[in-house]
């Protein structure tokens, strides 16, 4: 009777233990700032009457999607280099000029356009770890090319999605003074207002729709993917990517997605595109229609009839198991073999269209 007793008590003390714990996790998902806000009641009448694909408090992809497809692939040895891997630092970054496009590529999916004399900022994701927390979560494998006391000044910035690989709280914190819109698919304006940015600079988007800001059209084009910065409200804002258009040029952002029919779509209301940044890291076979593999990658840029394609969403963090180096090398490969013009620059490299076949150094194999 005494064991029984002595058995209770621990079970109840294990109980309580628990329940602080349950607690204070659910405390963690609802205030820690990080975190980010969700739609309310108000927001989600409006999405569901402007799509059929938002019900039940979230927003569906196009086609049949499942998150997980299977068994993930084994892990490689060389998740991660060695050793760090150097970056061109940035210390500054003039304004092109008129009738000018550049691209600096700044590790994963980060990158600065320069379209004529506008800077517009995709997915920046300036910290060390791609996590809500600093000592936890996927770790930085290359230096920082760009810190964010070093970013210019931003016309536009576009958040993909609210994944902590591509809305990174720190940054918008530390640079949106100097930001003068944000271009965003619904729900990722809920995030960042409630972040203090103002709401007059949100431009929230629905898929296949634009908006005009001084002279370049941006339209949000679908993707297939998810969303979800708190696991207890999965896909409650939307996800997408970026088509980029000016009387001079033409650049498409996939954002994260797995392969499919998008990619003819954009190129039968877009026509003929000069340079896409293309999805071409973590992918998994335990995960497929999540993230496109390099072959997929290179596929949807002949889909899109792009002149010219740069990898993106590898070098920066390790959230999947193949080797760190592979996005580049099985890109290179398949676009000898598919005829597509690829380019690799360094991170931290700015790429002037007009010179970007010169961009074509496998680097990566120095750090191998």
């Known amino acids: 009777m005494k064991a029984l007793k002595i058995c209770g008590k621990v079970l109840l003390i294990i109980m309580i233990v628990l329940a602080v714990i349950v607690i204070i996790g659910l405390l963690f998902l609802k205030f820690y700032p990080p975190i980010g806000d969700t739609p309310g009641k108000d927001e989600q009448r409006l999405y569901s009457e402007k799509t ?24 490689s040895d060389l998740t991660v280099p060695e050793k760090t891997i150097p970056t061109d630092k940035i210390e500054s970054i003039a304004r092109a000029s008129e009738g000018e496009l550049k691209v600096t590529w700044l590790g994963h999916s980060t990158s600065l356009i320069q379209l004529g004399d506008k800077n517009i900022f995709i997915d920046p994701v300036l910290s060390e770890r791609s996590s809500p927390v600093g000592f936890a ?8 090319a760009l810190e964010t006391e070093n970013v210019p000044d931003i016309d536009v910035l576009f958040i993909s999605h609210d994944h902590y690989d591509h809305l990174d709280y720190n940054v918008i914190k530390a640079i949106d003074g100097r930001v003068s819109h944000y271009v965003v698919p619904l729900g990722i304006d809920v995030i960042l207002k409630g972040w203090g940015v103002d709401e007059s600079k949100l431009h929230p988007l629905y898929w296949w729709e634009s908006i005009e800001l001084d002279g370049i059209t941006y339209t949000l084009t679908p993707a297939q993917h998810y969303t979800g910065r708190n696991p207890l409200k999965m896909n409650a804002t939307l996800w997408g990517g970026l088509y980029i258009k000016n009387s001079d040029h033409s650049i498409y952002y996939t954002g994260d997605t797995g392969y499919y029919d998008v990619f003819k779509q954009v190129f039968e209301r877009f026509g003929e595109t000069e340079l896409m940044l293309a999805d071409s890291g973590q992918y998994d076979n335990g995960w497929a229609e999540t993230h496109m593999f390099p ?9 899109v009839h792009a002149k010219w394609m740069i990898p993106v969403h590898w070098g920066a963090f390790s959230i999947s198991n193949h080797a760190w180096y592979d996005p580049p090398e099985r890109a290179v490969k398949a676009a000898e073999e598919q005829g597509v013009s690829l380019a690799t620059p360094r991170i931290g490299q700015t790429v002037s269209y007009d010179s970007i076949s010169s961009f074509n ?3 990566w194999g120095e750090y191998k």
């Not at 059929?52 to 892990?75: I, R």
């Not at 979560?137 to 920082?144: A, Q, V």
């Not at 072959?295 to 889909?303: F, S, T």
């Open 52 to 75: 059929k694909l938002y019900y039940d408090k979230q927003f569906h992809n196009e086609n049949d999607f499942t998150v997980m497809t299977g068994d993930q692939d084994d892990k």
């Open 361 to 363: 150094e496998s680097w």
């Open 295 to 303: 072959e997929e990658a290179v596929q949807a840029a002949k889909d």
């Open 137 to 144: 979560g996927p770790k930085r494998f290359s230096e920082l």
